[in-house]
């Protein structure tokens, strides 16, 4: 008796065949360069010498990020401040030499605070007002203190943290 082959079986053939061809690039891509292909495995990537990572900050080395004062104590007036829209902060001066920093989102609303004047924290929305030493609410409609941010003064610059 003799075997006919139908359409489905070339199918399935063919679609064996492609498997174990596409099998066999995958494996092949895995030995390429490794032990027994002949080839000598690839070299890693080169570095710069002696180097192992990015520079320390103030290193004068490429790479090196030193955090740069975001105002000097001169440019914040005393019983006055100054607000800092893209750093989010008020920095404020209630005494010679003493410095603070606050949020400068209100507490009402989330608007972001207008300026410092007459020893308050101004909000230009709806008119909240808090202190420049600590941040409490001296009007409202504002409930709530604005957030103390830590600051440093090094030599006569002010620096976030």
């Not at 492609?18 to 494996?27: E, I, K, R, Y």
């Amino acid at each position: 008796m003799s075997e006919e082959r139908g359409p489905g079986a070339t199918r399935r053939a063919v679609l064996a065949g492609t498997g174990a061809a596409g099998a066999a690039v995958v494996l092949g891509g895995c030995a390429s360069g490794g032990a027994g292909s002949g080839d000598p495995p690839a070299a890693p990537a080169p570095t710069a010498p002696g180097t192992t990572g990015p520079a320390p900050a103030g290193s004068g080395q490429p790479g090196a990020t030193a955090a740069a004062a975001l105002a000097q104590v001169a440019d914040i007036p005393v019983g006055g401040g100054k607000v800092f829209d893209a750093a989010g902060v008020v920095v404020t001066q209630p005494e010679p030499g003493q410095i603070k920093a606050f949020s400068a989102t209100c507490t009402h609303e989330g608007c972001l605070v207008g300026g410092v004047s007459n020893g308050t924290i101004n909000c230009p929305c709806h008119g909240s007002r808090f202190n420049v030493a600590d941040g409490s609410v001296v009007s409202g409609p504002a409930r709530g203190s604005l957030s103390a941010v830590a600051v440093t003064v090094e030599g006569t610059g002010i620096k976030l943290g």
